[in-house]
């Protein structure tokens, strides 16, 4: 799904670009990043690097257009996949977290000592 969304940002770009009549190294110097990583946003290719949200706010600015529409995210649930760990966030999968109380420390990090009140303090303090 990701590389879904990419390839979607990226002919995006690409077509509001080619609207406006503006070459990539314009978009690229207008929004302060290297022509070399726009190419690639619009490609899709960002690979795990992803885009962050000052490069996204200057593409849509060098366009002239929102972020939200240069860099639109699916709408509906037919465009979207259901999460893998979705059993595992909601507690029903293979791994469970353990709950604590506040001021508590983990066994590993507790075993031989006293715990107090007081987060990270130690009783022979």
């Known amino acids: 799904m990701i590389a879904n969304i990419r390839a979607r940002w990226g002919e995006q770009i690409k077509k509001r ?3 406006a009549g ?5 978009v690229a110097a207008r ?5 070399s990583w726009l190419s690639k946003i619009e490609r899709g290719e960002t690979g795990a690097r992803g885009i962050g949200d000052e490069v996204r706010m200057g593409i849509a600015a060098a366009l002239g257009c929102r972020v939200e529409d ?10 979207t996949e259901p999460c893998r ?7 029903a999968g ?3 977290t353990r709950a604590t109380t506040a001021g ?3 066994p590993a990090r507790s075993a031989g000592r006293a715990v107090s009140g007081r987060a990270g303090s130690r009783a022979s303090e």
């Open 17 to 19: 670009r080619l609207d």
């Open 22 to 26: 503006l070459s990539q190294m314009e």
């Open 31 to 35: 929004a302060g990043i290297d022509k």
């Open 70 to 79: 240069a860099f639109p995210y699916p709408d509906t649930a037919e465009e």
């Open 85 to 91: 760990n979705a059993a595992s966030a909601t507690g």
């Open 94 to 96: 293979p791994f469970r």
């Open 104 to 106: 508590t420390r983990s």
